[in-house]
């Protein structure tokens, strides 16, 4: 079964739904449309018996720039249900399995949404980086709680603070993907691991899945909702306002007034 959006193309097969950044003309950049759709998406998925992984994916030279500039201007997420806010609480209790493949640049949300995920498979293309600070505003998606555990504080730091990207074979290092391989193979190999997923009892798939969560899942909704009202806050302040119109007037933004 395939479900086509404009942006976010759904394929359902074998019991692996396979879900598709598909705005690659605009670098996989996500809309308040394509949230939505992602939000539906990981709900519909969720009550389908017949679905037992899902699989994200982009294009193998772009996974996502994150947030639409444009898009996430006009249209601010501002309440609790919010299209993006609707994706990350979805995606954060999703209760099976959830396979990312990764290649290009994975910037702010498409980096931060990994830590959501159960496998993720980059290419040896792609890049993460987590560029809040740098656009005057705060992580998202319990980043902030997430990335000092993952990958340690201090390499959590560099990451959010600084906000610069690294490289695949540094996220495999610490843990952030599970395998790099080229890029032409990456859609591949999280198709395979899916399906050898698929071919296990769904319960045993869900049950284990909860074990190993039970223990952050309120820790990583609190944050969320937290980082939610500071992003909230901060968007309206001079400091984004500055980096975002420097980014529309392609400047480099003065923060000396912030």
Do not use: W
């Amino acid at each position: 079964m395939t479900e086509a959006h404009q942006d976010i193309l759904v394929h359902t097969e074998h019991g692996v739904a396979t879900i598709t950044f598909n705005r690659v003309e605009k670098k996989n950049s996500i809309t308040r449309a394509m949230y939505s759709a992602l939000a539906d998406a990981f709900d519909a998925a969720a009550q389908d018996n017949a679905v037992r992984v899902v699989v994200l994916q982009g294009d193998v030279a772009i996974f996502s720039a994150g947030n639409d500039i444009g898009d996430f201007l006009e249209l601010p997420p501002s309440t609790p249900d919010s299209p993006v806010f609707r994706f990350l609480r979805g995606i954060a209790t999703f209760p099976k399995p959830v396979i990312a493949a990764v290649c290009g640049p994975a910037v702010g949300i498409g980096t931060t949404l990994l830590f959501h995920c159960d496998l993720v498979y980059a290419g040896d293309n792609a890049a993460f980086s987590m560029p809040f600070v740098n656009l005057g505003l705060c992580p998202e998606a319990a980043s902030s709680l997430l990335a000092p555990q993952l990958l340690g504080y201090h390499r959590a730091a560099e990451a959010l603070l600084l906000g610069e990207p690294f490289m695949a074979e540094a996220a495999l290092e610490v843990g952030l993907v599970n395998r790099v391989v080229p890029p032409t193979e990456c859609n591949m190999v999280a198709q395979t691991q899916a399906r050898k997923l698929a071919g296990k009892p769904l319960s045993s798939l869900v049950e284990t899945k909860r074990l190993m969560k039970k223990s952050s899942q309120s820790a990583v909704l609190e944050r969320m909702a937290e980082e939610g009202e500071s992003f909230g806050r901060m968007l309206r302040e001079p400091a984004a306002r500055e980096a975002f119109t420097a980014f529309m007037e392609k400047r480099r933004p003065d923060f000396s007034a912030s």
